[in-house]
């Protein structure tokens, strides 16, 4: 049984302490054990870093970038065993998982833009003879905390540029599938990263709880559950630590009677089903505007929803694969048993299903549930399972309302051929990251990701320039040089 380590100062560390097995969820087997890091190791990680720092940070900013570049081409020579590693921890498929790394790889080509990212801003002869300007200065320190969900891309999104501002990093990945973590840390490594720049500690609330008390870690990028999430945000800040820290989510479609249905179904079948739901993005409700629009949607749904397939990660004309854990899986299931004791109509069900040769993997069907309302459980909290709710209202404005009122504002969506609904839609609803016909709006590297309301504790968005900013502070100075021989009196108001 292979037994991970941790990667610390540019080495793999063995670690004979508390550890967890590490599942293969199509199989329901153990593949490898994980170790949960102690106190003292993580320290000795942030001594790494925190050792590391000094020369890192002066090292011009081209030459960090270019570590970035060699990293960018690694991740693509090495991208179908990085999507192996994913498949058989996560389960996602194999052209899911490729996916993933593109969005990944994209984060890091935006890093590579450093050197122009941290330029400046310069002010010549703000005053007599005097110059202004701003810079942006690492941090030192800082770590990230991840989720299952994604354990390439959601790094991806903190390191590279965390990295490539001149901090040292500490990444403490999900103790769910961290094989493809460590093997980042392998090929940044080979890309020619000096020792203690990134480290990673694999492990569970002891590893996240001293990164958060140890005063040499500065800031706290988090990913993952709210209630983590807002945890993690209030016991940072206490510390006086930067924290973003990102949470769940409950993204909805809203169903205009004049969208194209066959589109509008196709894009929701890949949105609400692919990665088995799991994913923060997930369109998890469709609010249909109309009883027609309603009937219209839920025929054509039914209908597609037949030919959807699940199987393992290997064979790539599955379009998703199990779930994380069999606690998910009963997790799962126990929303549309409470969806159903509700009076929700279960109209396509996916519990109990059993795949040949996989009887002991943690598979749930695509599951269709119509007449949702918005005082049920299934409603109210994230299912995070393969999984449509819809619900049917009479207009625009009610559905709307609806979103506005959940407590999460992630991703949301409205498909419509209306150009000013669509408007007015983008305008006025109280989401973060919002679609026009696009299902899953994740930005591009280049613009930043983050939710409103419970889907976000903390400022500053993941990625893009927010990236930049909260990975660094803001020094401004102001310099003049008097000629020589000209002596000045004393000024006592304030300077103008
Ligand atoms: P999770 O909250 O269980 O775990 C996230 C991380 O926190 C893991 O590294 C885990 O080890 C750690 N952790 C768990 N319990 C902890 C505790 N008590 N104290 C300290 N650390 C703890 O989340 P998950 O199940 O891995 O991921 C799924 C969740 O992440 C979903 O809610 C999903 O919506 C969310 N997510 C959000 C985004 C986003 O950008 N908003 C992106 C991806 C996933």
Redesign the pocket.
């Given at each position: 049984m292979t037994q991970l380590g941790h990667f610390i100062d540019g080495r793999m560390v063995s670690d004979d302490g508390r550890s967890q097995e590490v599942f293969n969820p199509a199989t329901g087997d153990v593949s490898k054990t994980v170790p949960l890091a102690s106190k003292e190791t993580v320290e000795t990680a942030i001594a790494a870093a925190q050792a590391a720092y000094p020369a890192w940070r002066d090292t011009p900013v081209a030459k960090r970038a270019r570590v970035m570049f060699n990293f960018k081409q690694l991740l693509e020579e090495n991208s179908e065993k990085l999507a192996a590693l994913i498949g058989e921890e996560h389960g996602k498929i194999c052209h899911d998982a490729a996916g993933e790394i593109q969005r990944g790889i994209e984060n890091v080509e935006y890093a590579c833009a450093a050197p122009e990212l941290l330029k400046g801003e310069f002010s010549k002869n703000s005053g007599p003879g005097i110059d202004t300007w701003s810079e942006f200065q690492p941090l030192g320190v800082v770590a990230g905390?991840?989720?299952?969900?994604?354990p390439v891309m959601?790094p991806l999104w903190m390191f590279p540029m965390a990295i490539v501002c001149g901090n040292c990093f500490i990444l403490?990945?999900?103790?769910?599938d961290p094989s493809a973590p460590m093997f980042l840390a392998e090929l940044l490594h080979e890309a020619g990263l000096p020792e203690g720049v990134f480290n990673v500690v694999n492990?569970?609330?002891e590893a996240?709880?001293t990164l958060i008390n140890d005063k040499r870690v500065e800031a706290i990028s988090?990913?993952?559950?709210?209630?983590?999430?807002e945890?993690?945000y209030a016991s940072a800040s206490a510390n006086g630590k930067r924290c973003q820290a990102?949470?769940?989510?409950k993204n909805h479609a809203i169903i205009m009677p004049d969208a194209d249905m066959d589109n509008t179904v196709n894009q929701l079948l890949g949105a609400a089903f692919g990665s088995s739901g799991?994913?923060?993005m997930a369109l998890s409700v469709a609010v249909a505007v109309g009883e027609d629009a309603a009937n219209r949607f839920m025929t054509k749904m039914e209908a597609a929803m037949k030919d959807l397939k699940f199987g393992p990660y290997t064979d790539n004309s599955n379009n998703f694969g199990p779930l994380i854990t069999k606690a998910h899986l009963e997790k799962v299931t126990g929303y549309i048993d409470s969806a159903e004791n509700d009076g929700a109509t279960i109209v396509v069900d996916g519990r109990n299903v059993s795949l040949s040769g996989h009887e002991n993997g943690y598979f749930f069907g695509a599951t269709l549930v119509d007449h949702v309302t918005t005082e049920m459980q299934s409603y109210k909290e994230?299912i995070?399972g393969p999984v449509l709710q819809v619900m049917r209202v009479d207009t625009m404005q009610e559905a709307m309302d609806i979103i506005d009122a959940h407590e999460y504002g992630?991703g949301t969506c409205i498909f419509t051929r209306d150009g000013e609904a669509a408007r007015y839609f983008t305008d006025n609803i109280k989401v973060g990251m919002v679609g026009v016909n696009v299902p899953l709006p994740v930005p591009v590297s280049y613009h930043s990701?983050?939710?409103w309301k419970r889907?976000?504790f903390g400022d500053l968005h993941?990625y893009g320039p927010d990236a930049v900013r909260f990975y660094t502070k803001r020094k401004t100075i102001t310099q003049r040089w008097p000629s020589a021989g000209v002596r000045e009196g004393a000024v006592f108001s304030m300077p103008s």
């Open positions: 905390i991840t989720p299952f969900n994604f959601v403490k990945p999900s103790e769910r492990g569970d609330k996240v709880d988090f990913v993952g559950s709210t209630a983590i999430a945890q993690i990102l949470g769940g989510a799991e994913r923060c994230e995070f992630n990701f983050g939710g889907s976000i993941a």
